[in-house]
C-alpha cells in the first residue's frame, strides 16, 4: 500500500468511526481494520509520525469537524470518531513523548463554576486533540482559581471556557477578568448554547464559534506558524 | 394545593425514533440502533420519573408590565410566554425528573470511557422527563376540559425568552426538594434531568400553538421539533 494511501485509510477510519478491526461500527466496515491497525501500519513501512498525525488523523478530524458543523453528522458519529482517533493516537503517543512530534499548543478547557454540562465541552476537546491540540481538560463546575492554576502549570495555554445556562454564562466574564488581569495576553475562546458573539466582545474574551470547526478555524488562523 | 405523580419508563412507550429525534440525525442513526435499542431496554431500570405540581389560584397578570403575580412572587416570563397565559385565572407551577440515577450512569460511562452509551442515556434521561411531563399535560388538559377549563401549553425558564434564573422564585413556591429536586444557585436543577415550569389555566384559555415562530431560540430542543 502506498504511503499516501495509508494515510487516507487512517483518515476515512477516523472521518467514520472505525476504531479497530474488532470494532463492530461502522457495520459496513465490520471484520477491516481500522484506525488502530493502519496506524501501526502506517509507523511499520517508515511513514514518518509527523506525517501520520498531521495527514492522517487530522485531516479525518477535520473532515469530522465540518461535517458536524455542516449537520451531516450528529454527536454519536463525532464520539465514534474521537475514539477512533485515540485509538491512532495511541500509536503515536512515543512519538510526542520523545519530542519528534509535537502539539500545535495547549489548551486548557472547563465548564465554569456553577455548570455540570459537559456534553459540549467533550466534544469540543475531542475536536481540538483531533487537530493536534494538547488539551487539558479541568472537568466542570471549575472556578477561576482553578484556570489560573492550570494556567501557571502551562504557561502560554489557550484558555476555552463553556457554559450552558444564561446564569453560569455570567460567570464567564469574572473568570475572563481574572485570566487577562493575571495576563492579558493570554488567549480566551468561549462557547455553550447561551453564548453569542457579542457576549464574548462584552466581557473582553478573544474568540466565540457556535461549533468546534469554528474554534479550530479560529486557532489556525491566529496561531498559524505558516 | 400540591399534588405529585409517578409514571414508569414503559408507560411513557418511549421509542427508539423519539431518542434519534433528540440526537437529530434521523436514518444516520440506523447504524447505532442496537445501542439504542439497548439504553432503552435497560433505562427502564434506571429512570425514576416522578413529579409534582402546585396549583395557584389567586395569580394577577398584568397586561401592561406583562408581569405575573403569584404566590407572593412576581415572574417576568416575556411577551412570548405572557401572550400565551395571559387569559388564565390560575397557575400550576410543576417539577418533573427522570431521577439521578441515569445521569450517574451516564457521567460513570464517560469516565469509563464508554462516551458513545454515555450519551445515550443522557439523551434518554432529557427525552424520558420530557415525555413523562407530555403525558401529566395531556392528562390535565383532558380534565379541565371536561370541566370547560382550559389549560395552556407549559413553558418553563431559560425557553421563550424566559431568564433562567426565574428558576428560584418557581422553586420557592414549592416545598424545599419536591419530589427530590433541588435548585442550586446558579439555577441548576439536580437531579440534571429535571424540568420545571408553568402552565395557566382559566375557562378563557385557549391552548395556543407553540410560539417557535416568533421565538429567536434557534437550539430550543421544541423549535428543532417543529422545524422539521
Not at chain 1, 472505525?18 to 461502522?26: G, L, M, T, V
Not at chain 1, 445556562?165 to 493575571?182: P, Q, S, W, Y
Not at chain 2, 389560584?57 to 412570548?80: H, Y
Amino acid at each position: 500500500m502506498e504511503h499516501n494511501e495509508i494515510l487516507e485509510k487512517i483518515a476515512y477510519c477516523i472521518e467514520f468511526g472505525k476504531i479497530d478491526r474488532n470494532s463492530p461500527f461502522p457495520p459496513n466496515m465490520k471484520g477491516q481494520d481500522g484506525a488502530g491497525e493502519y496506524t501501526r501500519q502506517a509507523l511499520e513501512k517508515g511513514i514518518k509520525a509527523r506525517d501520520v498525525l498531521n495527514h492522517g488523523l487530522m485531516q479525518g478530524m477535520d473532515r469530522v469537524g465540518r461535517k458536524f458543523r455542516d449537520n451531516k453528522i450528529f454527536v454519536p458519529q463525532v464520539l465514534m470518531s474521537a475514539k477512533a482517533m485515540n485509538s491512532s493516537m495511541e500509536h503515536l503517543m512515543p512519538y510526542f513523548t520523545s519530542g519528534e512530534i509535537r502539539s500545535r499548543g495547549k489548551f486548557i478547557i472547563g465548564t465554569v463554576m456553577g455548570d455540570l454540562h459537559d456534553i459540549g465541552k467533550n466534544l469540543v476537546s475531542m475536536i481540538l486533540k483531533g487537530n493536534g491540540w494538547e488539551v487539558i481538560d479541568l472537568g466542570i463546575d471549575v472556578g477561576s482559581d482553578k484556570f489560573l492554576e492550570a494556567l501557571e502549570e502551562h504557561p502560554g495555554s489557550v484558555v476555552g471556557l463553556s457554559a450552558l445556562l444564561t446564569t453560569t454564562m455570567a460567570n464567564m466574564k469574572e473568570t475572563v477578568e481574572k485570566i487577562k488581569g493575571n495576563n492579558r495576553d493570554t488567549c480566551v475562546a468561549i462557547g455553550g448554547a447561551p453564548v453569542t458573539q457579542e457576549f464574548c466582545e462584552k466581557i473582553g474574551a478573544d474568540i466565540y464559534s457556535p461549533d468546534p470547526q469554528g474554534l479550530v478555524d479560529h486557532l489556525d488562523q491566529r496561531f498559524s506558524t505558516g | 394545593m400540591t399534588r405529585t405523580f409517578s409514571y414508569s419508563f414503559r408507560e411513557l412507550s418511549v421509542t427508539r425514533g423519539d431518542l434519534e429525534e433528540c440526537i437529530g440525525g434521523g436514518s444516520s442513526l440506523e447504524i447505532f440502533s442496537d445501542r439504542l435499542e439497548g439504553v432503552l431496554k435497560s433505562a427502564q431500570d434506571i429512570c425514576n420519573i416522578r413529579g409534582g405540581y402546585r396549583v395557584l389560584n389567586e395569580i394577577d397578570l398584568d397586561q401592561e408590565t406583562r408581569l405575573i403575580s403569584a404566590g407572593g412572587q412576581k415572574f417576568s416570563p416575556g411577551r412570548i410566554i405572557f401572550d400565551q397565559v395571559k387569559d388564565s385565572d390560575g397557575l400550576l407551577v410543576f417539577v418533573c425528573t427522570a431521577g439521578e440515577a441515569i445521569s450517574n450512569l451516564s457521567r460513570e460511562l464517560t469516565g469509563n470511557g464508554d462516551t458513545l452509551t454515555a450519551y445515550l442515556y443522557d439523551v434518554t434521561g432529557s427525552v424520558c422527563v420530557e415525555k413523562a411531563m407530555d403525558k401529566l399535560e395531556r392528562e390535565l388538559f383532558e380534565d379541565m376540559r371536561s370541566g370547560s377549563v382550559g389549560l395552556t401549553r407549559r413553558f418553563s425558564p431559560g425557553y421563550c425568552g424566559w431568564d433562567v434564573a426565574e428558576q428560584q422564585k418557581l422553586f420557592s413556591l414549592l416545598p424545599e426538594g419536591f419530589c427530590g429536586i433541588s435548585l442550586s444557585a446558579s439555577s441548576l436543577m439536580k437531579p440534571i434531568k429535571s424540568v420545571s415550569g408553568i402552565m395557566g389555566f382559566g375557562p378563557g384559555v385557549v391552548r395556543k400553538d407553540r410560539p417557535c415562530s416568533i421565538c429567536d431560540q434557534r437550539d430550543c430542543l421544541y423549535y428543532k421539533k417543529v422545524s422539521k
